[in-house]
């Protein structure tokens, strides 16, 4: 084939033949040039906007930060830092599954990506699945040992499963990395407090308010309050300090699903009612009783969101000198004080965990028996040869929580493991499920909760609950906004394992080893 000779209009002057070819090379390059400059141009872009969005995330506005990630993923959709920055706020947001699937989109596109896999393991976590969010977070730390966020993660994964010290150690590496991120300075000094080490959680809580955001008020008016109370508590030489005989064995009364113990306060010599309560981290007293006692506040400040009536109650802690419990006494028990709202019920307290953490704890609904046994005894870890030993998990404000399986809702749920609540609950969002409006009845039940009584209630009868191997069928449930507990878990709750599913079991806690032995009731 013959190329056709081009023809010009006119004469190339042989002198301007080198200017034209400079020109025509310069031409070039200038598109070229532009190119990367538009390039550079939203390089630049996606920095100023990626900065800003992470400023307010910080600050804590994260609507206004998810805004503005939504619209650079819109504009730069294969960009891994922006996804990976919506991913973070969503997280935050407990938007879960976006969340997971933006990470886990870039861990697959980028496998030596540290932070996908860091954002990917928190995620997970969250969503309560510990042994695929471990593997992740682990994974992380391999790309890059300074990744801030995988060490909080494993700070906080060990945190739930009772490895208090190994948390401790995990959250101090990602503040000695990032001192400037607000959430690992608050959660070390909540791991701080759960190890006991009290002068050291207020002084993490001074940092968090230091770096914090001063927009939530009503937040760092409780934790002022809470410092004041870690001060005090600071200042004494040990805590839920252990006398009398090495174990004991009690009765209970069982009203409404609930066991009641009686017990004996400092010098007061009637017995008070309490209810043991393992829904709750920390003993409460009742307003009125502590007054009766003569038992006056120690530390206050703000309000503190609950169930009920308007929604919140004043935060206000005391101390009590001595617990008796049978032939067990328990020296310098912190607790809250708070009016209670069912006074004709002639409760006087609830016993938290803290106070029965220290023992091997049995509850016995067969016999209507409460025991307690102290770890250096000989008997110190319980075995599966009585019945079935079940996991427990303790959630970031002090809950138990356990895997429980609804009967047609897939996958397992995680429940809080809750003897003060008469009645078990599950979460708004499983009582909207499209499988669960078979199972909801006409009536409606009123809750009485720590802020006042509740609306009416939804009310669902549960075909099959099942935790571990041990199931009941047809139990009754109502439906409950979980978010403010889940606002404090660290790890999403679904509902609440109560009373009405307890009662048939004998149940012993082992603490230290965050396990429960479920013995099923001979009726």
């Known amino acids: 084939m013959r190329y056709k000779e081009i023809s010009f209009p006119f004469r190339i002057n042989r002198l301007l033949l080198p200017l034209l070819i400079v020109c025509l090379l310069f ?43 939504r619209g650079l993923f819109e504009r730069h959709p294969q960009n891994s830092k922006v996804k990976l920055g919506l991913a973070y706020v969503l997280m935050k947001e407990r938007k879960l599954f976006e969340s997971y699937k933006l990470s886990f989109d870039v861990c697959t596109a980028e496998p030596q990506n540290s932070y996908a896999f860091a954002v990917l393991g928190m995620t997970i976590l969250n969503a309560g699945n510990f042994k695929e969010a471990e593997i992740a977070l682990n994974n992380s730390l391999n790309l890059n040992r300074r990744q801030a966020l995988a060490w909080a993660g494993l700070g906080m994964l060990d945190f739930y499963e009772n490895r208090i010290f190994d948390s401790l150690d995990a959250m101090r590496t990602a503040v000695y990395i990032d001192s400037n991120e607000p959430d690992f300075v608050f959660s070390l000094a909540q791991i701080s407090a759960r190890a006991e080490k009290y002068k050291e959680s207020a002084q993490a809580y001074r ?45 209970f009364k069982l009203v409404r699903d609930r066991p009641i113990i009686q017990l004996r306060v400092n010098k007061f010599d009637e017995p008070l009612n309490f209810v043991l309560d393992t829904g709750s ?4 007293i009742s307003k009125q009783t502590a007054e009766k006692l003569e038992i006056s506040p120690v530390a206050r400040g703000g309000k503190a969101k609950g169930f009920g009536g308007n929604g919140k109650f004043e935060i206000v802690y005391g101390f009590l000198n001595r617990v008796e419990i049978g032939d067990v006494a328990i020296k310098n028990v912190p607790v809250y004080i708070r009016p209670f709202h069912s006074v004709n019920e002639g409760i006087d ?8 953490s220290k023992f091997l704890t049995t509850i016995d609904y067969g016999d209507t028996s409460f025991s307690l046994l ?21 959630t970031s404000g002090g809950f138990l929580s356990g895997e429980v399986e609804i009967e047609g809702i897939e996958p397992r749920l995680n429940f809080i493991v809750d003897t003060g609540a008469s009645l078990s609950v599950i979460s708004d969002v499983v009582a909207g499920m499209d499988a669960m409006s078979r199972f909801q009845v006409r009536e409606k039940i009123k809750v009485v909760g720590s802020a006042g009584e509740t609306g009416e209630m939804p009310v669902f009868i549960l075909p099959r609950l099942t935790f571990g191997k041990e199931s009941r069928r047809s139990i009754v449930a109502i439906a409950l906004d979980l978010d403010l507990i889940n606002e404090s878990s660290g790890f999403e709750q679904m509902g609440i394992l109560g009373g009405n599913f307890l009662k048939n079991y004998r149940l012993t806690f082992d603490f230290q080893n965050s396990k429960v032995l479920f013995v099923p009731i001979k009726k």
């Open 281 to 284: 981290g920390i003993s409460v």
């Open 207 to 251: 940092d968090f308010l230091r770096i914090s955001p001063r927009t939530d008020t009503e937040r760092r008016e409780r934790i002022k309050g809470l410092i004041d109370f870690l001060e005090y508590l600071g200042g004494k030489s040990t805590l839920y300090e252990i006398g009398g005989k090495r174990q004991t064995k009690v009765n």
């Open 349 to 356: 307290g609830y016993i938290g965990l803290s106070l029965i």
């Open 374 to 394: 102290r770890k250096d005894s000989p008997r110190e870890e319980i075995s599966d040869s009585e019945g079935l030993v079940l996991p427990l998990r303790l």
């Open 27 to 69: 031409a070039f390059s200038s598109v070229a040039l532009a190119t990367t400059d538009e390039a550079q141009i939203q390089t630049e872009e996606v920095k100023k906007l990626l900065k800003q969005a992470e400023k307010l995330t910080r600050n804590g506005n994260l609507k206004e930060a998810e805004k503005i990630l």
